[in-house]
């Protein structure tokens, strides 16, 4: 089964409306989340990754004050787009490690964004 | 940086078939691994194989196996004895050691035809 649990699995939302997607570890402590962003037809793109306890690192041209990134415990990391966009449609997907160093790489099934 | 290149978009296979998906990478790590994932359409990221810089033998899962050329930078997936199943995007990553972030390439939509 899944180790990694991602809810909402799709949204639709209105333009200037905040969305939060949840990133769970089901059965071992993520220490690190990454999340990326698919626009379609397109590959994979890390936005940020996000330890647990500390502020996350954003990749270059993410802007953080849209996409805010909390991992406040070692099963959960959220990303919230903050007034949405039609150009914010994508699909999210996060991905997680456990504490190890050759822990394996899980990623959740993904959030459909539609903003409308 | 890391840099992933597919230059396949598509590909059409026979079932029952081998078929050989290009990678090509281009990194300053000394060490790395490369992955291939299979995305359906429903959006998973589906993990197939994974070969490490060091490793010496070539990565194989079941049907899946990745030609790794060190020296060519290159980490083709081959998949042997293709399945209608087997019709999905396919991705190739990289990461450095350690980190565990990946940089993918563009994909290869891969389509078995009966």
């Known amino acids: 089964g899944a180790v990694v649990s991602q809810h909402p699995s799709w949204v639709i939302c209105k333009s200037g409306t905040s969305v939060k997607i949840e990133c769970r570890s089901l059965d071992f402590q993520a220490t690190t989340m990454f999340w990326y962003r698919q626009f379609p037809k397109q590959s994979l793109m890390l936005m940020a990754t996000?330890?647990?306890?500390?502020?996350?690192?954003?990749e270059q041209g993410v802007e953080k004050d849209k996409f805010l990134i909390n991992h406040a415990s070692l099963t959960l990391s959220t990303l919230t787009v903050t007034s949405a966009h039609p150009e914010d449609s994508s699909f999210y997907i996060c991905s997680a490690i456990g504490r190890l160093y050759n822990s394996p790489l899980h990623f959740g099934n993904g959030t459909r964004l539609t903003v409308t | 940086a890391q840099k992933i290149t597919q230059t396949q978009p598509g590909m059409f296979v026979q079932e029952k078939e081998a078929v050989t998906l290009d990678c090509t990478y281009d990194t300053s790590d000394q060490s790395y691994g490369l992955f291939w994932y299979k995305q359906p359409s429903s959006g998973e990221m589906i993990f197939l194989i994974y070969?490490?810089?060091?490793?010496?033998q070539n990565a194989t899962e079941g049907r899946y196996s990745l030609n790794f050329q060190k020296a060519r930078k290159s980490a083709n997936l081959v998949i042997s004895a293709s399945q209608l199943g087997d019709s999905a995007m396919y991705f190739c990553?990289?990461?450095?050691?350690?980190?565990?972030?990946?940089?993918f390439g563009s994909g290869t939509r891969l389509q078995v035809q009966p």
């Open positions: 070969q490490g810089s060091y490793d010496e």
């Open positions: 990553a990289s990461g450095t050691t350690g980190r565990r972030a990946l940089t």
């Open positions: 996000s330890n647990e306890g500390s502020k996350a690192t954003y």
